[in-house]
C-alpha cells in the first residue's frame, strides 16, 4: 500500500516556474517507478513523465521535454517535478502516481498507474 500527498501547486505567470513535491508513505516506495500525470478541465488525464525506481533516465512527454524535470529523493520517500517555461496550456491538476508493476519500460499510460494522490493544481496565467 503506498499512500501519496503532492504539493506545491499555485498560480504562477506564463514563463514562471513551479516545483511539486509528492511525498509518499510505505516501505516499498523506493522500488516503484513513480510518475506525474495531468488532467484539465474537460480533458483526459494525460501523462507527463516518469522516473525509474532503480534511478537513471526519465521520460516525458513530448509537450514538456525540456521544460519539466523529474526527479526523486528515496531517502526521503519523494518525488519531485520541476517546471520551467511554463505555459498557459500546462494549466491542469497535477498527480502523482506510483506503478507498482515489475517493467522493464517506464509507462506512459495513466491507467497501468496503480495508485495516485489526491492532486494539486498549476494554473499558468497569460
Known amino acids: 500500500q503506498v499512500q501519496l500527498v503532492e504539493s506545491g501547486g499555485g498560480l504562477v505567470q506564463a514563463g514562471g516556474s513551479l516545483r511539486l513535491s509528492c511525498a509518499a508513505s510505505g516501505r516499498t516506495f523506493r522500488f516503484y517507478n513513480m510518475g506525474w500525470c495531468r488532467q484539465a478541465p474537460g480533458k483526459e488525464r494525460e501523462f507527463v513523465a516518469a522516473?525509474?525506481?532503480?534511478?537513471?533516465?526519465?521520460y516525458y512527454a513530448d509537450s514538456v521535454k525540456g521544460r519539466f524535470t523529474i526527479s526523486r529523493d528515496n531517502a526521503k520517500n519523494t518525488v519531485y517535478l520541476q517546471m520551467n517555461s511554463l505555459k498557459p496550456e500546462d494549466t491542469a491538476v497535477y498527480y502523482c502516481a506510483a506503478d507498482t508493476t515489475f517493467r522493464g519500460r517506464l509507462e506512459n499510460r495513466p491507467n497501468e498507474y496503480d495508485y495516485w494522490g489526491q492532486g494539486t493544481q498549476v494554473t499558468v496565467s497569460s
Open positions: 522516473f525509474p525506481w532503480i534511478g537513471g533516465n526519465a
